[in-house]
């Protein structure tokens, strides 16, 4: 609806633009003859302006060439001034810096010398505080020998009484460790005996309390043995039950069995009929999808081609840039030149070659187009095209892209040629385009579609010298006038190479992709009745299927059953035995019992009288470790006051050896100094010395100063008067030369002027020459032959009325020069879009039905599918568990094909749950449970299973194992694992090892 609305409006808009064409055409028409007589006249006063200036600028050079050769003669006499004054300026500079550097060096000598009285004094004082000094550290030197000989004598005393004190001191602590020995050796007996006393105590207590725990376990014992009667009574009837049960099972579950092998054959059948189903359907798929491929292929093929068409990827830069600005800019273009032409593929190389760029003609319905297109060019620097008129001098005046694009349906039918030679086809009658258009080309390209095709290069050349005329070969070198060849290897793209070529590729691709369309839907149907055949079988089958998996169900529930009683009978018997066994296990405990007690009541009695003799012993042994402690803490006192003398003593003699370090120290360190002052003294004797003898030189210098100072300020003088009479005669020199220079500016400005002037005008003229071709087609010179001088013409008003003219123009805005073809057009892609509209929503509505009907019928299949698979599964579970139960449930019955699926199951001795809560082993046999329950319901010729036997144990690797061997009668299985026990179960062996770092390498192995 949104299409055809939008083509309705188009419609509506092209009779307002057919309207606007019109009217835009008249005024045009009357801008251009304006415009021929504007140019004109602008060209006639511009003319007579560039003589005028011409002559001015002659004299203005004449004048400046006359004020330069003055101006040199100045410059020269002002530079040599100008350097004299310079040289005295430097003579004075120098004798002023030689000035200052002497009145810098007397002021020097003046500081120095003041700086060496004052060192003089300093040193002087230096030396007396220096000789003070010594004196008094030579009396401290006899004071310090003195104290040193007195504390020496008193170290020898301390050390002699140190040494008594320590022997004594040694004797007094061996006695008392002696005694504390004996003391710890008779608190060692006491903790011995009271440990040997709880030990006793301990175990008396343990005695007594097993003896009455004997005694009650008697009594419990008494007490099992009459139950263990009774429990076998009750085991004996069971087990005549259980083997009752057992019998009448065994007899049904015969009978189940033939049934269930009659249902088994009547499948096999049925499964043949459906595999060769799967056979037919897999090769109409295959034939269907091979015929998409290629569709599909075609169709990407032709897309690309039609996208390099519209981006106009073959053409030249400009062909390209002026196609994308169509859109946007004032002019209108409708197509190339190769669009609207059709060659059949023999005569494709000859006629690129004889026409080449001329293929990328642009075609515009009018000579303004043509030309608004080429300013644009100019104007965006895109490079050049050629255009090529079909509204004027011979062609319909509205031109539009379906009249040349439509040369399939609207050309004559492919006509016969004669074969390549003197009497060869020319190249205009093998052109297959509009009547029109080759009218067109026979007026502007008459050489080119006269020429005649040849076979080889050398016969055009003969041809051509013999007749003078165009001669092209298959290939497309060409030859004319018999001189002139164009031939080579290869065109580049702005020659048009290839242009044709690709156009019938483009075509043949369109032509290409409907028939495969057409063979697709013939594949489609063909699939989809292999299909329905295929659903009825399957169907048959699905109902096989289900009647025997009752039959299987209702066998493996009897077997079940059956294997339940056997389990039932077995555990009776084994009942009775353990009812057996412990009562006679019961007697022998009763009679190891009454043993144990006897023995530990005389155990008890032996106990209580060693614990008696361990208490006496306890004590006598605490009375006398009193006495050794009280004889202990005595000689403890006496050891601590002997202690306390010993460290006075040892503190006095470190005393003493710390004030005799101490003054050795002071000692030494006044040694030192007195040798320091010594060596200070002489140092500063000889640099008295020396500062006497830099004053004397100082006082010798200074008594020539005044002289010449005087002498340095007369030639200081005398410099100065040299230079201030230089620089009088260099200013007067510049004065001159600047009233010079100025005059030179001037004339320089005034010819600047002039030939500014002047370029102007000749801009002004190539202006309007090129603006003159570029709007009217038709050089400046020819319309000034063509038209006769009028002296009434006003130019400022011709100027106006062009203004005018140009923005009426303009306030059209873009105008569609094809509006009335393009109108017709649009008239009939609104009928058909309309008649199509109908269709498509007649399709909407069978297609929704079909829809509905295939949800049908997927919640059919897919209820038939899932409650197989959910039986399958339960089934397998039971025998990969050994027992346990497993089932699948949908998580939304309402909506089937949406819904998800919850797995729940019950492994045997465990509660039902879901799967995610189980152990890793019981997750990996709960899902090949499933995996296989699929295989079961849709087998497939190879089965992959990656590393599934990793999380089982022993017992359960050993189910999976003979559950893959079981079904690898129908289905190949691909075992990739790491367990031996599966190994053990495969035919072939398929390991990768390493021998060699790096290199991986494949080891094979057959069990046949």
Sequence with gaps: SDIIAEIERQVNSLRRQAAKARRYRIQREELRELLRRVYVGEERSLKALLDQTQAQLDEAGQDEQRLAAELTQHEDGSRSATQAARAVEDELAQLRAAVAEAALQRDRRIRERVYQEEQIGALTKRRAEIQTEAELLSARVVTIGSELERLREIDARLNIENEQTIEALRSAEEAHARRLAEVNETEGEIERARAELLTHTAAAERLNELGRQLVQAVEKLTQQAEGFAREGERATAAHAARTAEAEKLGQEISANREKLARLLTERESSIKAVVEGHERVSDTDAEQMRVRDEHSRALHKLESFKELDERRAHYSLAVQEAFTANETESFHLIGTLADAIRVEAQWEGAVEGVLGSSLQSILVPTPDDAIRAAAWLKNNHAGRANF????????????????????????????????????????????????????????????????????????????????????????????????????????????????????????????????????????????????????????????????????????????????????????????????????????????????????????????????????????????????????????????????????????????????????????????????????????????????????????????????????????????????????????????????????????????????????????????????????????????????????????????????????????????????????????????????????????????????REIKRRSRERFRDAFAQINQNFSELFKELFGGGRGEMSLIDADDELESGIDIVAQPPGKRLQNVLLLSGGEKAMAALALVLGIFHYRPAPFCLLDEVDAPLDEANIGRFTNKVVEMAADTQFIVITHNKRTMETARALYGVTMEEVGVSKLVSVRFE
């Design 388 to 851: 090529l008129v079909t509204g004027m001098r011979g062609g319909s005046d509205e031109a539009s892209v379906a009249t040349f694009a439509g040369v399939a349906s609207g050309v004559a039918a492919r006509r016969e040629h004669a074969p390549v030679g003197i009497n060869g086809p020319r190249v205009g009658d093998i052109l297959n385009a509009p009547k029109e258009l080759l009218q067109i080309l026979e007026r502007t390209l008459p050489e080119r579609l006269n020429a005649r095709i040849v076979d080889t290069l050398e016969d055009a050349v003969g041809l051509s010298l013999a007749t003078g005329d165009m001669f092209v070969t298959t290939e497309g070198d060409w030859v004319a006038g018999g001189q002139f060849v164009n031939a080579g290897n290869g065109r580049a793209l702005e020659e048009g190479a290839g242009l044709l070529t690709f156009k019938r590729e483009l075509r043949e691709l369109e032509s290409r992709a409907a028939d495969l369309a057409a063979e697709l839907a013939v594949a489609e149907v063909a699939v989809k009745d292999a299909r329905g055949q295929l659903t009825g079988l399957e169907e048959a089958v699905v109902l096989l299927n289900a009647s025997i998996a009752r039959e299987e169900r209702d066998v493996m529930a009897r077997e079940l059953s059956a294997e339940t009683l056997r389990h039932d009978i077995e555990r009776a018997e084994r009942h009775l035995r353990v009812v057996a066994d412990d009562a006679a296990r019961l007697q022998q405990e009763l009679r190891e019992l009454e043993e144990s007690r006897a023995k530990t009541a005389a155990e008890a009695e032996a106990a209580k009288a060693a614990r008696d003799e361990t208490r006496e012993t306890i004590e006598q042994t605490s009375a006398l470790l009193a006495e050794i402690r009280r004889s202990a803490d005595s000689e403890s006192e006496t050891l601590n006051q002997q202690r306390a003398e010993a460290a006075a003593a040892a503190e006095r003699r470190r005393s003493t050896a710390s004030d005799l370090r101490r003054l050795e120290a002071e000692l030494e360190e006044v040694t030192s100094r007195i040798a320091r002052h010594n060596l200070e003294m002489s140092e500063a004797g000889t640099r008295l010395e020396e500062l006497g003898n830099s004053i004397a030189e100082i006082d010798r210098l200074a008594a020539g100063v005044e002289d010449e100072r005087a002498r340095e300020e007369r030639e200081i003088e005398e410099a100065t008067l040299r230079l201030a009479g230089a620089r009088e005669r260099a200013d007067a020199l510049s004065v001159e030369l600047a009233e010079l220079n100025r005059r030179a500016a001037e004339a320089r400005d005034a010819r600047a002027a002039i030939e500014v002037q002047r370029a102007e005008a000749l801009a002004r003229v190539n202006f309007v020459r090129e603006s003159c071709n570029s709007e009217l087609n038709q050089s400046l010179e020819e319309i000034a032959r063509e038209l006769t001088p009028d002296p009434e013409f006003d130019l400022e008003t011709g100027r106006a009325r062009v203004d005018e003219l140009r923005e009426r123009l303009e306030n059209f805005g873009a105008v569609n020069m094809m509006a009335l073809e393009e109108l017709t057009e649009a008239e009939e892609r609104f009928v058909f879009l309309t008649t199509q509209r109908e269709d498509i929503t007649n399709g909407i509505a069978s297609t929704q039905e079909a829809l």
